[in-house]
């Protein structure tokens, strides 16, 4: 479990989020949804530890972060337990992708790569479904199938939280399902606490247990998408009319509401 009490972050001496108090449970996919510009980034690099906080403390086990000064040897004892895709994945480095996928080992390699974790590298391109593109230069790849690839490199780090900032933005349908199918898997047989930005908010309510809602920088609501998702609390955050529907498992299903011609 990961706990954040009272964050508070700013950029450029502008508070971005605010009152940010919430405990995350590990074997959980907590999936972070809001409008554009409202801190979701944000508070994913400072859970990271990439931003500083200005306010509050986080707490995962025996280690923690706090507002102030932090050393350089508690970041790194704190990032050690991350893995951290961000949103933009553009790539030019000249690797192959198995080569990029086993940096995710990077704190446990030494001069020469064994091949217990080579094996691990193509098991984990396996289970993105990129085996076949091992052997690519990354900076040659779609942005889909960079995603695929950096989440593989994800998983090989074998993480206690996962962060993953809007990883199925460059992916069709059907590999939307397949890597959020492997997240909500790997998350749940591993017991990590997994963080996820999503903009679709059907996949949202479809894949997460636990939902934040961040509007000016702050969290509106929180709990399960059943629990919590109504028109009213869409059309504050987004400011637009929806009508919520219900799946065959009871999970809300957004249909905005489109004014017909006269």
Same mark, same amino acid.
């Given at each position: ?5 009272n964050i508070?972050?700013e950029r !450029?001496g ?6 940010i108090d919430?405990?995350?449970e590990?074997?959980k ?6 409008p554009n %510009?409202t801190?979701?980034?944000?508070? /994913?690099?400072a #859970?990271?530890?990439d931003l500083?906080?200005?306010? %509050?403390r986080l707490?995962?086990?025996?280690n923690?972060?706090?507002a !102030?000064?932090t050393?350089?040897?508690t970041?790194?004892?704190w990032r050690?337990s991350?893995a ?16 990029v996928?086993v /940096?995710?080992?990077l704190g446990r390699?030494?001069?020469h790569?064994?091949?217990?974790t080579l094996d691990?590298?193509?098991?984990r #391109?396996s289970?993105a %479904?990129?085996a076949?593109l &091992? ?5 040659s790849?779609s942005?889909?199938q960079?995603?695929?690839? #950096?989440?593989?490199?994800? /998983? ?5 939280v996962?962060? #993953?900032?809007e990883?199925v933005? &460059?992916l069709d349908?059907?590999h939307?399902i397949?890597l959020?199918?492997l997240?909500?898997?790997e998350?749940?047989?591993? %017991?990590?606490v997994?963080?996820?930005? /999503?903009h679709?908010?059907?996949l949202?309510?479809?894949?997460a ?6 509007a000016?920088?702050?969290m509106?609501a929180?709990?399960h998408?059943q629990?919590?998702?109504?028109p009213s ?5 987004y ?5 919520v529907?219900r799946?065959?498992? !009871?999970?809300p299903v ?9």
């Amino acid at each position: 479990m990961i706990c954040l009490e009272n964050i508070a972050i700013e950029r !450029g001496g502008q508070r971005i989020v605010s009152g940010i108090d919430i405990c995350l449970e590990a074997g959980k996919i907590h999936a972070v949804i809001g409008p554009n %510009g409202t801190g979701k980034t944000t508070l /994913l690099r400072a #859970l990271f530890g990439d931003l500083p906080l200005a306010g %509050g403390r986080l707490t995962l086990g025996d280690n923690s972060l706090s507002a !102030g000064r932090t050393s350089a040897r508690t970041l790194k004892s704190w990032r050690e337990s991350f893995a951290y895709m961000p949103q933009d994945t553009a790539a030019d480095i000249a690797l192959s992708v198995l080569e990029v996928v086993v /940096l995710g080992r990077l704190g446990r390699l030494s001069l020469h790569i064994d091949d217990e974790t080579l094996d691990m590298a193509m098991t984990r #391109l396996s289970q993105a %479904g990129i085996a076949h593109l &091992a052997g690519r230069d990354i900076a040659s790849l779609s942005g889909g199938q960079r995603q695929m690839a #950096l989440f593989a490199q994800v /998983l090989m780090r074998a993480p206690k939280v996962m962060l #993953l900032d809007e990883p199925v933005s &460059a992916l069709d349908l059907k590999h939307q399902i397949a890597l959020l199918d492997l997240v909500r898997r790997e998350t749940c047989a591993n %017991g990590w606490v997994t963080m996820v930005v /999503l903009h679709d908010l059907n996949l949202a309510c479809q894949y997460a247990d636990n939902l934040l809602v961040i509007a000016d920088g702050t969290m509106k609501a929180s709990g399960h998408p059943q629990s919590i998702i109504t028109p009213s609390l869409i059309a504050q955050t987004y400011g637009v009319d929806v009508e919520v529907l219900r799946d065959r498992r !009871g999970q809300p299903v957004i249909q905005p509401l489109v004014v017909e011609n006269l």
